[in-house]
């Protein structure tokens, strides 16, 4: 071509690149009609142009580097501690490099995530120091973590994850071909560690393939939660949780992201939904196409048929696809809880009511923009409490009211300010200041008025202040009763709520009358397994197990309850866990052991995995898990577990929570059987302290803190005190508990070991006996308590001389031991030493 | 046998003010060092490990020049010196991996290949037919040719392309444009 037809050239095809694509024919028409020279030319070159795509866009640079040296050229030495041995790969945010270290003796290894030029370091930086807390504490078993980061010596920053030996998530689909129920299994652990994160105020932002891992073990591990807002350029003002058009994947972002509008958990949500196209059909969402459609078109290349994903799974996944946020799952959890529904055919709840778009603007705005922190929390209190009461006043309307209440019991339960560690002063002022307002302003609305007394009170019960939630949860009951009728589900819900709370507060005759109404009402109301019945029937049986120690009565409701929630859900799940732990209870109780054991092991893993490793739901099982060891007489596994539910609970609730007296007494039970009785004695005083500040100085808790001090208290040969313990113990649990519970034994065996070291041991002999008595009425003849009774008795019988008869009821404890624990069980082997000769001890049974 | 510093800036500050005589003599130079930077790190560490190049040209920058004397503008002109030097390593190796493995395929291009990522050793001819209908580019069009290595073989950006060559951005935009769609067709056509 003669350079002067080039230069020609090159100016028509700059001026038609400057047109939109559909002027270009004509254009070409205009300036080159049919039969110039370069017509074809410039037609061919624009005609490839179009085609171009991202032909020669990514620079060779590295792949033809790739191509002369394998070397680790390139590769940096180190980042920050770790050295780094391979690049695992990169991506629109940088470079992903395998690194590793050697700390304390064994090898960390860590994925680093180094951020490409361009982002701001200072920024990107200073907002990870602002949010690492946040995201350390995103301590999930699907979850990659967060460790660490840093700035390179070049300048850049960096991000360093925990290594998943993995593969991505559409690589995993692609090589094993998974099932439909499979897909769902993976899909519903994803949505839960989701959930997980938005507990703790982190949104993920950026969910995709890309950012799933599947671990060797078939477990999704996901990636970079968090991140997304870590980069995120235009967060100037802390309210604002934008995204950042820069790093976005279009195909992946929600339609608010791409507007640039503010993201809430509903983003993840939307992320969540176009997860669910992506392992139904293998292909990306694309304009809201349903997957079966995408399915029939692939015909036999769909990894699922049309058929099964028309109908249902269509629905769930174009409910979560909503362009308007508020009209989507409202939670990760929710969508987790309908795919469950799906798979178990119960019918699923999608196009089910969503609440107004303007409250979810609102909450859009605050719920997750403030920082991260237990201000927000508070924050966020009080803006919604305000909220709703102008909304409902303005509004006037009974539906809308409705709605705002529902949407506010939704958010403030949420953010439960146990789980979010919560700073209880600030938290406490808010509500002391929201319930008056409730009751001032909102006179006119008495559903509203009765919702929101119900969350108040919830509140103040999670702050571990029962007392202050008994008057509005009495409130909520009175105005829902008045104006909905007896039989209603609300008052089904008010009823259970106050049953709880005066449960807690010992007040058991009346908390009893309260959940059995519940129980009734709901069960006249709905019908087969529903969720609102498996919740009474286990609150109720709780109550007959834990207060009245009543194992036959407690035992149908609670195992009613577990086959229910199992039948409803699909665990890991949280009132499956729930269930499962109250059976593991009930048999703790029993005194069967290994069949509590095994269950509170199963509760224990489905609530790691549920809620990670803090949470507040963890630590009664530990506890329990901890307290069934000792009573197999495992103490050296119990004790890690009672420490790490001590330090769990002082974390939680802050170090003077009653719930943490109980750790302390259980931690020291421990120490007591191993002969550390210094550090038992200071740890319970420490405990008793607390629970007469928490519980109240006549709640059984508090009494059986008492009798485990005065335990200790006599091997230190205190026996003043001791016996002063166990009378105030005594006169607790025969007022509260009643003179036939079985804890009353314990605080007579104390009497009795008392009354023998001071030589009254004929006091000793008649209070040993009432206590072998009452636990062979309310316990059976072969419980361990029954046994250790007997092996009290037998002391007091030596001591005077009937060397026959104490032999005599060593040999029925024997009896007992060796059947329930067998005959090499340290308890049975220390009381067949007795039969020889030695001292003779009884013990105290735990706190619980 | 690596240039001391001092000349080797010498010769890019010549080379930036247009010198062809010092870009001459700069090339061979800058070749030689990435050449023994990659083949260096291939011998010390067998494993297979991918490489980032821009590192790799970083290293052989910080080797050879200078810092306390050179701009930035410097700099972009190195990189796009040493973006025509790996164009030169890399179709070298390409056309002896092709050589290798002589009548084991047509010598045709697939443009799947260059628009996926799979641009690496398993494609040789792929690479060798860029060369080859990028060299025809540059016989109708320098500019074009040169654009084209150093947005394509040494990841510059459209602004470092612009300082380079001295021309605005647009231009160098609409001439990007215009030499891919060349390309695009030369790789397209049949036989």
Redesign the interface.
Known sequence: ?ASAD?SAL?AL??EA?ELPPESRAAFVDERCPPGSPLRDELQ???R??D??????E???????????????????ERIGPFRIT??IGRGGMG?VYEGERDEGGFEQRVAIKVIRRGMDTDEVLGRFLLERQVLARLDHPHIARLLDGGVTSDGRPYFVMEYIDGVPLTEHLAHTSPGLDERLTLFRSICRAVNYAHQNLVLHRDLKPSNILITPDGEPKLLDFGVAKLLDSDEGSQDATRADARYLTPAFASPEQIRGAPLTTASDVYGLGLLLFTLLTGERAEGGARPSATAARRGAEAPVPATRLRGDLDLIVATALRPEPERRYESADRLADEVDRYRRGLPITAQADSLPYRLRKFVGRHRWGVAASTLAVVGLLAGLTVFAIQSVRIAGERDKAQQVTALLVDLLQGSDPAEALGDTLTARALLDRSEARIEAELSGQPEVQAALMEVVGGLYRSLGLPDQAEPPLRRSLAIRRDVLGPDHADVARSLNALGGVLDARGQFDEAQTLFEEALRVRRARFRGPHEAIAESLNDLGQLLLFARQDFEGAEPLLVDALDMRRRLFEPPHRDVAESVHNVALLHQLQGRYDDAAALYRESLAMRRTLYGATHPALVVTLNNLALVLQAQGRNDEAEPLLRESLALRQRLLGPSNPQVALAMANLALSLRDRGEYGEAEELLRRSLELASDGFGERHPRTASVMSNLGDVLRERASWDEAEGLYRRSLDIRREVLGPEHPHVAFSLNGLAEVARARGQLQRSDSLHRQALALRRRRLGPDHPDVAQSLVGLAGTARAAGDGGGARGLLEEALEILESRFGPDDPRTERTRALLDEGPMEAGEGPAN | MAAPPTEVTQLLQEASGGNQQALDRLLPLVYDELRAIAHGQRRSEPAEFTLNTTALVHEAYLKLVDQTRVTWKNRAHFFAIASRSIRRIVIDHARERLAQKRGAGADHVSIEQLESEPLGDGHPQTLVGLDDALSALTKVDPRQGEIVTYRFFGGLTIEETAEVLDISPATVKREWAMAKAWLHRELTRTG
């Not at chain 1, 990514?58 to 940096?76: I, N």
């Open positions: 071509m080039w090159k095809f700059g690149l061919g070159l624009l490839h142009h085609r171009t795509g991202s032909f020669l990514e620079p060779l640079l590295d792949l033809g580097a790739r191509l002369v040296a394998r070397g680790r050229v390139g590769l940096p391979r690049e470079i």
